[in-house]
Nanobody, 121 residues
Framework: QVKLVETGGGLVQAGGSLRLSCAAS????????MGWFRQAPGKEREFVAD????????NYGDPAKGRFTISKNGNQNAVYLQMNSLKPDDTAVYYC??????????????WGQGTQVTVSS
């Protein structure tokens, strides 16, 4: 099993910044990708960004392009999401997830409990 714990959420004014962290523990994978997703009330979960643990390859979803930056710290088994120029539309619960890339599936295997981000106008 893998445990993912997100921290760093909170209340911020529009235009402000937050840095989310995700700490991973437990089982390790030969090849994996860690990602950030978010879900706003009444909306479906959407992809924000992901990063390959092995080669550092990064993908960003539309909400993140130009404003968010994903990074990782291998020594601490952690992934971060730096969010700048936040907008009220960024208000959501942000989830960290990990995918075992050796299985060939695109589905993420483990999810954190989420951290609330609220952006006030």
């Amino acid at each position: 099993q893998v445990k993912l714990v997100e921290t760093g959420g909170g209340l911020v004014q529009a235009g402000g910044s937050l840095r989310l962290s995700c700490a991973a523990s437990g089982r390790t994978f030969t090849s994996s990708t860690m990602g950030w997703f978010r879900q706003a009330p009444g909306k479906e979960r959407e992809f924000v960004a992901d990063i390959s643990w092995n080669d550092g390859r990064i993908n960003y979803g539309d909400p993140a392009k130009g404003r968010f930056t994903i990074s990782k710290n291998g020594n601490q088994n952690a992934v971060y999401l730096q969010m700048n120029s936040l907008k009220p539309d960024d208000t959501a619960v942000y989830y960290c997830a990990i995918r075992d890339d050796t299985t060939g599936t695109i589905a993420y295997n483990y999810w954190g409990q989420g951290t609330q981000v609220t952006v006030s106008s």
